[in-house]
């Protein structure tokens, strides 16, 4: 696990993705990989780094068929992963990039219990906002399995919130659609339902599985719940807009990669 950790992170530093881990942990062993997940993160904490919150992936069930898992994953976000709306992305900030619309739940109220409710969830949540997930990944070519994918920190880039905050009363998430447009033209369609059903049962999920592991939601703990359509391959230069009915718009824009002999 340390050898998997090491080799993520070097990928991390360089900018130079890296080989699968799989072959650096028990075949199938999605413990072994939250395990390398967590020496990650602790690394990132301990050079004063701050988690601010929690993604869900693997929620499509297409996704899971195609990785061999029939559960969600998870990985922690953090404050310097976090991009103000529209703010410009520098290229290579995040390996291999692709994008996705969510809907994200910030919380008002600790989640602690073993087993939850959505109407847990539904009270514990201060608000809803538009997300863009810029995920990536340290593996080169995205030759990934759910192993890799969650040694990986779930895949894990930046993100970009909306700024409108929007209350769940205001809302039905399993209906609300969703497109991603690139300069006005649509690169991905969806709704609500294609996240676990409802963005609301993959916070469930995340709820249960954390406080499990001791490590349960609070109070303004940010969660990605999930894509509620199809990744987009991003190029530099491109801007991305997230339209969610209900929740608003939110931009993710995309620097160009430095001139070569550029020193900055």
């Known amino acids: 696990m340390e050898s998997a950790a090491e080799r993520l992170d070097t990928a991390r530093r360089t900018g130079v993705p890296c080989a699968p881990v799989r072959d650096l942990l028990p075949p199938g062993d999605l413990d072994a990989a939250y395990a390398v997940q967590t020496l990650l993160s602790d690394r990132l904490v301990a050079s004063g780094r701050r988690i601010t919150g929690w993604k869900i992936g693997l929620t499509s069930p297409a996704v899971q068929?195609?990785?061999g898992?029939?559960?969600?994953d998870f990985g922690p976000l953090f404050?310097?992963?976090?991009?103000?709306?529209?703010?410009?992305?520098?290229?290579?900030?995040?390996l291999q990039p692709r994008a996705e619309a969510e809907v994200a739940l910030v919380l008002g109220h600790d989640l602690p219990h073993e087993r939850h409710t959505v109407a847990d969830v539904i009270r514990a949540t201060a608000f809803a906002l538009p997300a863009v997930e810029v995920v990536g990944s340290r593996i080169r070519d995205w030759d990934i399995t759910a192993v890799d994918t969650i040694a990986d920190n779930a895949s894990s880039g930046?993100?970009?919130?909306?700024?409108?905050?929007?209350?769940?009363?205001?809302?039905?998430?399993?209906?609300?659609?969703?497109?991603?447009?690139?300069?006005?033209e649509p690169v991905s369609t969806g709704a609500g339902a294609a996240c676990l059903g409802n963005p609301l049962h993959a916070a469930v999920w995340?709820?249960?599985?954390?406080?499990?592991?001791?490590?349960?939601?609070?109070?303004?703990?940010?969660?990605?719940?999930?894509?509620?359509g199809p990744m987009t391959a991003v190029e530099p230069g491109d801007v991305l807009e997230a339209r969610i009915d209900g929740l608003g718009s939110v931009r993710a824009a995309f620097g160009r990669p430095a001139p070569e002999g550029d020193a900055r």
């Not at 993100?159 to 969703?178: I, K, N, Q, W």
């Not at 954390?210 to 999930?226: E, F, I, M, S, Y």
């Open 206 to 228: 995340l709820a249960d599985t954390l406080a499990r592991l001791g490590r349960p939601l609070r109070a303004g703990d940010t969660v990605l719940t999930g894509a509620l």
């Open 79 to 94: 404050d310097d992963t976090a991009v103000p709306d529209g703010a410009e992305i520098p290229w290579g900030a995040v």
């Open 158 to 184: 930046v993100y970009v919130l909306g700024t409108r905050p929007a209350l769940l009363r205001e809302l039905d998430l399993r209906t609300a659609g969703m497109v991603l447009e690139r300069r006005g």
């Open 65 to 67: 068929a195609q990785l």
């Open 69 to 72: 898992v029939d559960t969600p």
